[in-house]
């Protein structure tokens, strides 16, 4: 089975601070791991993927995140906020034979000025 | 660069009404996925086409619900019978089969039931 754990629902920073989003998964069969931005009344839209290739990868807008299958996290990060950042993150994990994806709960993103 | 498009972006119906959206992917996809999303969860899948195959439905999808995608390009989801429940984003994916299978999202509709 494949679920996905976001902790912290919400998550404040302050402009130019490090961003931390904690995604946790578990999988049955080595996963394939994604995380969206979505903005208000907005569609997702991927900032990165990591499909059994480097364990670091680097998304768009600044974004990148890191595969730890020893604890089966896939956390993203960014070293310096933007007040453009601010929306609502979601991770997701797919088998990589599999079809749907399976969501977390989303973690919605403040920047403070 | 045309991306994945769903029509209409919001919709207001009464309960009972029965209510359809379009979506349509990406052109060279051959899979189409259905999801529906609540206000503070995240998207959580209904169903989803390889061509024009509908090959997998969740146990969200109630009798209710049906989605078609008769020629292997854009789909419909049509719900009958609308309840307040059935309020939420509805949103469409599309992907290739092969490879990594990543999934690019429309905008979505926004539907209210009233």
């Known amino acids: 089975a494949q679920s996905v754990t976001q902790l912290g629902s919400h998550v404040s920073v302050s402009e130019g601070a490090l961003v931390l989003l904690r995604c946790n998964y578990s999988?049955?069969?080595?996963?394939?791991l994604f995380w969206y931005v979505q903005y208000p009344n907005q569609g997702l839209q991927l900032l990165l993927k990591?499909?059994?290739?480097?364990?670091l990868v680097k998304g768009i807008n600044g974004f990148e995140a890191e595969f730890k299958k020893s604890e089966t996290s896939f956390h993203l990060t960014k070293p310096s906020a933007h007040m453009s950042d601010a929306a609502e993150y979601f991770c997701?994990?797919?088998?990589?034979?599999?079809?749907?994806?399976?969501f977390g709960t989303g973690t919605s993103l403040t920047v403070i000025p | 660069d045309t991306g994945v498009s769903q029509n209409p972006r919001h919709k207001i119906t009464k309960r009972g009404q029965n209510v359809t959206f379009r979506c349509d992917p990406i052109?060279?996809?051959?899979?189409l996925y259905w999801y529906r999303q609540t206000l503070g969860q995240g998207p959580e899948f209904l169903t989803y086409f390889q061509n024009e195959a509908q090959l997998e439905k969740s146990r969200l999808l109630s009798d209710r619900f049906s989605a078609e995608r008769p020629k292997g390009s854009f789909s419909t989801l049509e719900i009958q019978r609308t309840e307040q429940g059935d309020s939420a984003m509805y949103l469409c994916?599309?992907?290739?089969?092969?490879?990594?299978?990543?999934?690019?999202f429309g905008p979505g509709t926004r539907l209210l039931v009233l």
């Open positions: 990591y499909t059994s290739a480097a364990t």
């Open positions: 052109s060279e996809h051959n899979r």
């Open positions: 994916a599309s992907s290739l089969a092969e490879g990594t299978q990543t999934q690019y």
């Open positions: 997701a994990v797919s088998p990589n034979t599999g079809n749907q994806f399976y």
């Open positions: 999988s049955s069969v080595p996963p394939y």
